[in-house]
């Protein structure tokens, strides 16, 4: 971390000296020294701090949070077609990853940009004259955030290095890791401040509100077996004018972006002043012609990434409308690789091959017309009400007694959404339910990054995938026999090589 705080540092902490000529920054150059002197100079560097979520809490989450699974696999040629960032999915996906994985330094490192830039506002704002309100609600944004990139980091790396102020030299950016506790009363802390000020529902698309705030400490509480702490906040999301789509597959049309269902997002926007998204692009089956997904004659081979596992697919219920909208099945011809051609898009429900053909499935969740090859208008749900739902029935759940019936309520309303009024659960046993509920956040939240957190989170991770890798040793033939080793050390990645290296840090066991 130390050369990448060093670096923020110098994009956002010049002329740190008083009374030098270091304080006389040239006037038609853009610095740090001469930037934050507007309330609209902040609202730019907020939204820089938003900007850090693409990479923390997307780009690689669909590695870490999906492909670490048994939610998903991947269907590639391991020599012609893989390229150097593919082998890092792979090596993530088969619990081969090590300190020097691009894909794990990665979210470490926009973790730590976007707690940079909001150090950043937070220790600068209150040197200029703003109107109060804006102020407060632009301060509980960056709290949100700072908490928001630190718990990406606490879930995935355990204790951290924890900078609550702009760096401005390299002794201070030489921090020791905290332990994982101080880690996570920060983020109560932050997130608690944030939820005070901010708006119970977003004002702006993509922008933090009370909701959001509640979302990260009811996952924060679970984590911490706090369930009363979680039910509290929790149902204040229940308060908040939130309901669920009468239809799930369209919380996710980029046309529906302002649904009520969706809480916040990783946030695209297509064209030529926006940042499009591509990922449908890579979870694509590898073929020579995309056309028929796509609308484009591209030849994808950068895909065949996060495919839904067999496993995964029997576990839909007969009935539940969630399987046609959340995958597709690409029929055709031709191997594993480009050589596979496209010839129709089939339902995934009692889907059997016909002779000569394969069926290879793929996340329709995000598949929707573009207008520019590999440019999609998609957002990324990182929090929306069915989760807050299902997280309110756990809470509730996990103390037992009356509040396991109670639970029924909020899990049965999920549930009548995706059976189409049906799909009752009555059962009222404590661990008959749990069990519910996990099988229903595994469903209702597939390809939302969530399922190995929540694997971790309630201690299933090591049976759940050593069962789940020998099953993939069988299916795939091509897998290192050394893949899924899952101990407990593997449930959190490795820091990064070079900030042991270069910043002192201890290394997680196993990773040594």
Known sequence: MKKLVILVAAIFSLGSCSES?????????????????TESDFQQALIATYGAVRTAGDLNSWVMGEMRSDNTHY?????????????????????????????????????????????????????????????????AEAKFLRAFFYFELARYYGGVPLYIHEVNNAEEASLKRATVEEVYAQIIADATEAAAILPPKAQELGRASQAAAQMLLGYVYLTQKNYPAAEEVLRAVTGYGYSLLADYRSIFDPKNKTNNELIFEVQYQDGPNGIPS??????????????????????????????????????????????EASVAIAEGTGETGSSFIIE??????????????????????????????????????IYRYADALLLLA??????????????????????????????????????????????????????ENKRWLDLVRTGQAIDVMTAHGAEIKTIDRGVNPNAYNVTATRLIFPIPRREIQVGGLEQNPGYD
Do not use: C
């Not at 940079?116 to 407060?136: F, H, P, Q, V, Y």
């Not at 309520?409 to 008959?432: C, K, P, S």
């Open 21 to 37: 000529f270091l304080d006389n920054v040239p006037e038609d150059i853009l610095t740090a020294g001469n930037f934050f002197k």
């Open 75 to 139: 269907d590639i040629n391991r020599g012609a077609d893989a390229s150097i960032g593919t082998m890092a999915r792979l090596a993530v996906a088969d619990f081969l990853d090590d300190d020097d994985n691009g894909v794990t330094n990665s979210k470490y490192d926009g973790s730590y940009v976007g707690i940079s830039r909001a150090n950043t506002i937070l220790d600068r704002i209150n040197d200029i004259e703003m109107d109060a309100g804006r102020k407060d609600q632009i301060i």
């Open 278 to 323: 591509d990922f449908i692009y890579r979870f694509l089956p590898m073929t020579d012609d995309a056309s028929i997904v796509t609308g484009f004659a591209i030849k994808n081979i950068t895909s065949g990434l996060n495919v839904p596992t067999q496993d995964l697919l029997e576990q839909y219920e007969e009935g539940d409308t969630r399987l």
């Open 344 to 381: 129709s898009i089939k339902s995934p429900v009692n889907y059997v091959a016909p002779a000569g053909k394969r069926g290879k499935p793929f996340i329709h969740k995000y598949s929707w017309p573009h207008a520019i090859v590999q440019e999609t208008n998609s957002n990324w749900p």
């Open 394 to 447: 756990e809470a509730l759940n996990e103390q037992g007694g009356a509040k396991s019936a109670e639970a029924l309520t909020y899990l049965n309303e999920v549930r009548h959404r995706a059976f189409n009024g049906g799909g009752t659960i009555a059962t009222t046993d404590q661990g008959a339910l749990r069990e519910i509920i996990a099988h229903e956040r595994r469903i209702e939240l597939a390809f």
